[in-house]
């Protein structure tokens, strides 16, 4: 797994070999992803917050692109660690990582993000609560985005706040906004 792009571009993180409930975001997905957002949002400090942290991926290309306070919620304690450890050889400070079920998270949380993503287990039987709950919560700040990462099986184009999607094979990034009827075609 390397990061694309910015301060720490071209690094190379090495991700435990045993990962059982982890499926790391692919490179080609990973910047095409970024590729859509260099064009809508500033990430130079920007607020992110990344759900099902992983590997920790999007978040060390979050940094390296220059986002300001970045929160990262996995449960999983051996990937808590990981990513821990991660932005520490990085020398990123200004990273919160919590090691807590994302439902719970979101199911307290009061702050608003400029940047918020979840790449889920595609297996995850209450994937389609993520966007309800992101956009009832009005977690997504102002011109900001919530992506979530899926599979083609899920369709999300009637969901409050639903903005586009784009599809990298059996990944699909959906776009929501914390506007409803913003879409774009």
């Known amino acids: ?13 090495n991700p435990p070999a045993n990962m059982p409930h982890t499926r790391p975001t692919t490179d080609i997905a990973k910047e095409g992803l970024f590729n859509i957002l260099q064009h809508r949002i500033d990430l130079d400090g920007i607020k ?31 990937m808590h660690e990981f990513i821990k450890k991660n932005m520490e050889m990085l020398k990123v400070g200004n990273c919160k990582v919590l090691r807590l079920d994302v439902f719970s998270y979101l199911s307290s949380c009061t702050e608003k993000f400029d940047f918020i993503f979840a790449g889920p287990p595609y297996a995850l039987g209450t994937i389609d609560e993520l966007p309800k709950m992101i956009v009832a919560r009005k977690l997504i700040a102002e011109d900001g985005f919530f992506v979530l990462e899926h599979t083609p099986r899920n369709a999300y184009e009637k969901f409050p706040g639903f903005s586009f999607q784009r599809n990298y094979g059996t990944t699909v990034f959906s776009f929501f906004t914390g506007e409803e009827g913003d879409k774009e075609e």
């Not at 978040?59 to 996995?74: C, F, K, N, Q």
């Open 48 to 78: 992110t917050l990344d759900l099902f942290g992983g590997t920790g991926s999007i978040s060390y290309e979050l940094a390296s692109r220059g986002a300001a306070d970045l929160t990262i919620v996995e449960k999983d304690s051996a």
């Open 1 to 13: 797994m390397r990061i694309i792009s910015g301060e720490f571009r071209g690094r190379k993180i």
